[in-house]
């Protein structure tokens, strides 16, 4: 049962113009939500997150966009640039209990061409 | 800056073999955890540990155990190793109280033969 999806597994853009990724998740429950950035050989590394709380959260060339009704987020990145080429995982967690453990989506590999 | 440190890196074991994935982190963290990631997939909790002397089981953790006897450390063992078990291996750690960063080691590259 996979309650977080990232149903796109590669995605193509120019440079300089703007990467959309998706994530759709299933437990109502998760309140917190994570995008992690990987390249290869190496952990994935934070990027930015949102609480339930909110519907938007800005860092930099990276926005995360949070439709909690849909049970749907979206990372932007813009402008895009060769160095942001790597897998993006989506993660969810319940911010209180449990551990706090993170689930993941499966995935979208980013490639931001010349 | 040592964050959180993995060892092996890399590692090739014979089914049936038995090793420890050493995890080790220096930056007072209270949770820890191991995940798993197959190639095309997510990553998939193991075991997690809330602190030293508390360890629980996450969604995948048959073939494995682990023990936290420190804060700083957190190992992995593998009994009796498998195909299945073929993955790469990350660690992690997050801070107790508010907010939900986990911070992961480079990972450990698992063959099983």
């Known amino acids: 049962d996979q309650q977080v999806k990232q149903n796109s597994p590669s995605l193509s853009v120019q440079e300089g113009r703007i990467s959309i990724l998706n994530c759709d998740y299933t437990n109502s429950m998760f309140d917190y939500f994570l995008w992690y950035k990987k390249y290869p050989a190496e952990g994935p590394t934070f990027l930015i997150s949102i609480s339930s709380i909110k519907d938007k959260n800005e860092d930099g060339r990276f926005t995360v966009f949070l439709n909690k009704s849909a049970k749907h987020l979206s990372l932007h990145i813009v402008p895009s640039q060769p160095g942001d080429s790597a897998v993006y995982f989506c993660?969810?967690?319940?911010?209180?209990?449990?551990?706090?453990?993170?689930?993941f989506g499966t995935g979208t590999q980013l490639k931001v061409e010349l | 800056n040592a964050g959180v440190t993995q060892t092996p890196k890399f590692r090739i074991l014979k089914i049936g073999q038995s090793m420890t994935l050493q995890c080790t982190q220096d930056m007072n963290h209270n949770y820890m955890y191991w995940y798993r990631q197959d190639p095309g997939m997510g990553l998939k909790l193991i075991y997690y540990?809330?602190?030293?002397?508390?360890?629980d089981k996450g969604e995948v953790p048959n073939g494995y155990n682990v023990s936290r006897s420190t804060t700083e450390d957190f190992p992995l063992r593998l009994e009796l190793a498998a195909p299945s078990q073929t993955s790469v291996y990350f660690c992690a750690s997050r801070p107790g109280g508010g907010g939900n960063t986990i911070y992961f080691g480079e990972g450990s590259w698992l063959t099983v033969v």
């Open positions: 540990s809330v602190g030293a002397g508390i360890t």
């Open positions: 993660a969810a967690s319940k911010l209180t209990g449990g551990g706090n453990k993170l689930t």
